[in-house]
């Protein structure tokens, strides 16, 4: 009994024991699933983040990747002539950058970067590629055929990132007047300053300087005429050997500056000179004694006074002595000169005696009123100050009244002609097209229209019988006055370093376009010949209206003689 109890409790035992281990594989079983299916579910969930981070950045264009956002370079609007042809424009271009935290080895990157990039500062670079910093450029806008060579060098931790670049078609047609862009493609000088300081500054630093919503700016420069005023001062410096020269077309009803070049100029593609001092914009940041292109404006203040007409006459017989100066005439007459004959023979005692009759207040008043003595005010930041004596003495009102003594610019004296051609109205030059109501909504006039009346016919005359012969352009009735100015070489006046000038109104009947040529120390043309303004500076001014006239508007008229009649008291 008791064995058979024994055999029923064994039994009853193991059922129970094969009860509980079924029970704890079936527990142990359950939680093993669940640990397989969450581990499954983790790594779907990574796969998925990165495949979708993965999608995001394939689909990101590629001046939004690489580097942070703020090295975005800003764009800038396009600039355009008044004909709508492309002045300086945006593209694009690649930089290199690198993530020194990345870098396993900064002499291998190094090395192998010098033999894309020769001019690599090995030094500074070294030192950006150890500085542990997330993101340093290396190289900023690099040529297509720099970045594949560098992509084929398969370095980590190196990248490109597109940026904007200013380019100019035209490359140093029109460099003074465009100016320039840094690195950032901010502008810091000419019209590419301006129109930051517009407020495209302000929109690049929030970030809302958009290509799309930028429209273009446009000038008042005619490429084609522009094209043609810089190739004719660059021929002048080549063929009178001068320092420098340069032009300006300035219409003399609007203000409007058609075109203006400075040589030598700069590339503004690659502007590596452009800070040269030799390189400067005489034109308009450049201040020089402007020779006897000031008498024309002697003679109109003469004549604007009212106490001088055309008829009235002054004594050349013999040359002037004040204090220790000595005014004489470069060719003399020795006699009484009209007032016709003192401006086309470019008498300094003549001049002289006109500045006297005005008196020293006067003649001070009256180039401060057309404009010579101030800053001249206009869109274009390279504006230079005029200079002129500290206090005028009776000396100094001789000796400015032929043009020495007194330092403007030559953009300046071109506008105070426009005034002299006009019917008497200053305005104020710009760089930006301008109708002839709105510039007359602002001018001053200066000069009345009878004085105006008078100086364009002393004008045709000093081209017909004067000065002003080689500036003549049949068909196009081309005035004005010729500059020959002595510079000033260790404190004197030497007689055989000039600045020329010439000053010239076309077509004389109704002046639209005021031409201003300059010529820096020219030599002679050939061995013997002088090197005066009337052999170099107006054939530069005749060649530019010669070859512009039909740009600008003007039509030859070949129908009738229409010289000027010389005033009863010339003869």
Known sequence: MMKLWRKRLSKAEASTASIVVDGARKATGGRTKNRVVMTMTVFFGIYATITGRLIYLGMLQPDESGGPATRVTASRPDIVDRNGE??????????????????????????????????????????????????????RQLSPRQQADIMQLGLPGIGFRTEKRRFYPGGPTAAHILGLTNIDNQGIAGMEKYIDDQGLADLQASGLADAKDLRPVRLSIDLRVQHIVRDEVAKALDKYQAIAAGAVVLNVKTGEVLAMASVPDFDPNNPYNALDKDHLNRMSAGVYE????????????????????????????????????????????????????????????????????????????????????????????????????????????????????MSTTPLQTAVGAAALMNGGYLMNPTFLPRTEQDAMASAKQVVNTKTSQDMRYLYLLNAEKGSGKRAEVPGYRVGGKTGTAEKVVNGRYASNVRFNAFLAAFPMDDPQYVVLSIVDEPKPEKPGMPATAGLNAAPVVANIIRRSASFLGVKPEFGHESEATVASSYD
């Open 86 to 139: 492309v002045l300086a424009t945006d593209i694009k271009t690649l930089s290199l950058f690198a993530e020194p935290r990345r870098i396993v080895d900064a002499d291998e990157v190094i090395e192998k970067l010098s033999t894309v990039l020769p001019d690599i500062d090995v030094e500074q670079t070294y030192k950006r590629l150890k500085s542990g910093a997330g993101f340093v450029w290396l190289k």
């Open 290 to 405: 402007m020779g006897s292109t000031i008498k024309s404006f002697t003679t109109a203040m003469a004549l604007d006074s009212g106490k001088v007409t055309l008829n009235s006459t002054f004594d050349a017989t013999r040359p002037i002595t004040i204090g220790r100066q000595t005014i004489r005439d470069f060719h003399g007459k020795g006699r009484v000169l009209s007032v016709p004959e003192v401006f086309i023979y470019s008498s300094n005692i003549g001049s002289a005696r006109e500045a006297d009759v005005v008196g020293i207040e006067g003649h001070r008043e009256f180039l401060k009123r057309i404009g010579l003595l101030d800053r001249l005010q206009t869109e274009l930041p390279e504006v230079a100050r005029p200079t002129e004596p500290k206090v005028w003495k009776k000396v100094h009102s001789i000796t400015i009244s032929f043009g020495h003594g």
